[in-house]
């Protein structure tokens, strides 16, 4: 195995984000009703909010949450300079899944506990476009999979 010698720095030829640095405070609250199934999401920022609740009513104020999401929104944009097309890829491991939204995004999703985590870049909740080609597909897929009982 190979170690640098002590007091040394390495080069490395590209840097890697701090993963630490995407945890962030998720204040904004609210739950809203989609395709029957209760939501209850926490975001760092209003303009998901506004985005979601503009999607479907606010949920009744019952206590039988059936959905849990936690979105955190990278207040960074996008670079576009260099136009590089979004994708979205996923896969399902047992009661786990994965979606990735672009280059950093991403929805995980637990179907046992009904939950889900995602980070996405602030892009996917201003543009338009980007948002319903993109989160929303993505966001339906994760909501199906974690509350479909037919296992």
């Known amino acids: 195995m190979f170690l640098p010698k002590p007091g040394r ?3 490395i030829g ?5 993963p630490s640095r995407r945890f962030v405070d998720t204040p904004i609250e609210d739950e809203v009703q989609l395709h029957g199934i209760k939501i ?3 975001t760092n920022d209003e303009r998901l909010r506004h985005r979601l609740l503009s999607l479907a009513p606010k949920a009744p104020g019952t ?3 059936m959905f849990s999401l936690k979105i955190v ?3 960074e944009e996008q670079d576009t300079s260099t136009p590089k097309p979004l994708s979205l890829h996923s896969f399902k491991v047992k009661s786990l899944g994965y979606i990735t939204i672009g280059t950093l995004g991403f929805i995980a999703y637990d179907k046992t506990e009904h939950m889900a ?3 996405v870049k602030s892009d996917l909740v201003i543009k338009d476009e980007l948002f319903s080609c993109y989160f929303l597909p993505a966001f ?3 909501l199906k ?3 479909d009982h037919s296992d």
Do not use: L, R, Y
């Open 14 to 18: 590209f840097m890697m984000p701090d």
């Open 145 to 147: 999979f974690a509350t």
């Open 40 to 42: 209850h999401f926490a």
């Open 140 to 142: 339906k897929s994760a």
């Open 63 to 65: 206590d039988d949450c």
């Open 73 to 75: 929104v990278d207040g």
């Open 9 to 11: 720095t390495q080069k």
């Open 117 to 119: 985590f995602s980070f």
